[in-house]
């Protein structure tokens, strides 16, 4: 069974630092890789999908990395803001035609002013 | 467009009462997603749906939770009879298949608490 696990659980940095967040998974046999923003109270916003061919991914100052071998992504943050400060989700879809996404639980997010 | 719609958003319920949840997907999506979210375990899948069909169930809790998908702009999700268990958040999410675009887009959410 598919685990992902995301490290730190809460992360707390001043405005304009870069930052990394990890993510790991246990079965590297994935169709893509994405990640999602959770805003409290709402639901998730995809951020950016890796497809198990593609190394990284970039949307403006976030940029994300897959290593299927190893079964890791990481999420880079460049110049944060307090606008960035949310809870921010990896998921991955299996392989072998299945569709559902197994998620990390998260780590949550807070840019100080 | 309007996204994902649910409702309602939130719902407190009594132990063994009935509760449905509703789900309109985003129009010309085809595939229709439940999931559940709570502390402890974080997101996980339920079920979901490819041209209304059900695929894989096997997120299901148990025989109390049953899900439909009549037509493909409207799906339920049904427990009965609820447990104060069965609290958490409830989303929707739906996204198109396509040679070029795999994003699940989700619903705000449908808060259920039951006492």
């Known amino acids: 069974k598919q685990e992902v696990t995301q490290i730190p659980a809460a992360l707390s940095v001043p405005e304009g630092e870069n930052l990394v967040l990890n993510c790991s998974f246990t079965d590297s046999a994935i169709y893509n890789l994405q990640w999602f923003r959770q805003d409290p109270g709402k639901g998730l916003t995809s951020l950016l999908l890796i497809q198990s061919s593609q190394r990284e991914q970039t949307s403006g100052r976030l940029n994300a990395s897959l290593d299927k071998s190893s079964g890791r992504s990481t999420l880079y943050i460049a110049a944060s803001q307090p606008g960035d400060s949310a809870t921010y989700l990896c998921a991955v879809r299996p392989g072998g035609g299945a569709d559902g996404l197994t998620f990390g639980k998260g780590t949550h997010l807070i840019i100080q002013p | 467009d309007a996204g994902v719609i649910q409702s309602p958003r939130h719902e407190v319920t009594e132990m063994g009462q009935e509760v449905t949840l509703r789900c309109k997907p985003i129009?010309?999506?085809?595939?229709l997603f439940w999931y559940r979210q709570t502390m402890m375990r974080g997101l996980e899948l339920l079920i979901y749906f490819n041209n209304n069909v059900p695929i894989d169930d096997s997120g299901m809790p148990e025989d109390r939770f049953s899900a439909k998908m009549p037509n493909a702009s409207f799906s339920t999700l049904k427990i009965q009879p609820s447990e104060p268990r069965d609290s958490a958040v409830y989303f929707c999410?739906?996204?198109?298949?396509?040679?070029?675009?795999?994003?699940?887009?989700f619903g705000p959410g449908t808060r259920l608490t039951v006492l």
């Open positions: 129009s010309g999506h085809n595939s």
């Open positions: 999410a739906s996204k198109r298949t396509s040679a070029y675009t795999d994003t699940q887009y």
